[in-house]
């Protein structure tokens, strides 16, 4: 059964920098676009960012872009969420997904729905 672990979550005072990875069990991330996605108490899980296997193009939502990184390691096949300047609101739960080349709409993929195979997430606090 194929398996996406993150890591790297932990609390943080605003302004300081974490960074999480997406680490594969079992298979090889380099054919997959894996996408980063949060989720604040009382809210919605949100796209955060991207980074696509068909095109090679990274995304980001508004609130984090200029922030957040999003990055492959072609060696350990692992996917990173470097977030640098956080705030309070960048709290929650940080998730990873993953779906195959070709799997997904372009334009969908910060929709939960667009993807195959999830994480169990990592806390992000910001506070002070």
């Known amino acids: 059964q194929l398996q996406i672990v993150e890591s790297g979550g932990g609390w943080v005072q605003p302004g300081g920098s974490l960074r999480l990875s997406c680490t594969p069990i079992?298979?090889?991330?380099?054919?997959?676009?894996v996408g980063w996605f949060r989720q604040a108490p009382g809210k919605e899980r949100e796209g955060v960012s991207y980074?696509?296997?068909?095109?090679?193009?990274?995304k980001y939502i508004g609130l984090v872009q200029g922030r957040f990184t999003i990055t492959r390691d072609p060696v350990d096949s692992t996917v990173y969420l470097q977030m640098n300047n956080l705030k309070r609101e960048d709290t929650g739960v940080y998730t990873c997904?993953?779906?195959?080349?070709?799997?997904?709409?372009?334009?969908?993929?910060?929709?939960?729905?667009?993807?195959?195979?999830w994480g169990q997430g990592t806390q992000v606090t910001v506070s002070s």
């Open positions: 997904a993953a779906v195959a080349a070709g799997g997904a709409v372009p334009i969908l993929l910060f929709d939960v729905h667009s993807y195959h195979f």
């Open positions: 079992g298979f090889s991330l380099d054919d997959y676009t």
């Open positions: 980074i696509s296997v068909d095109d090679g193009i990274a």
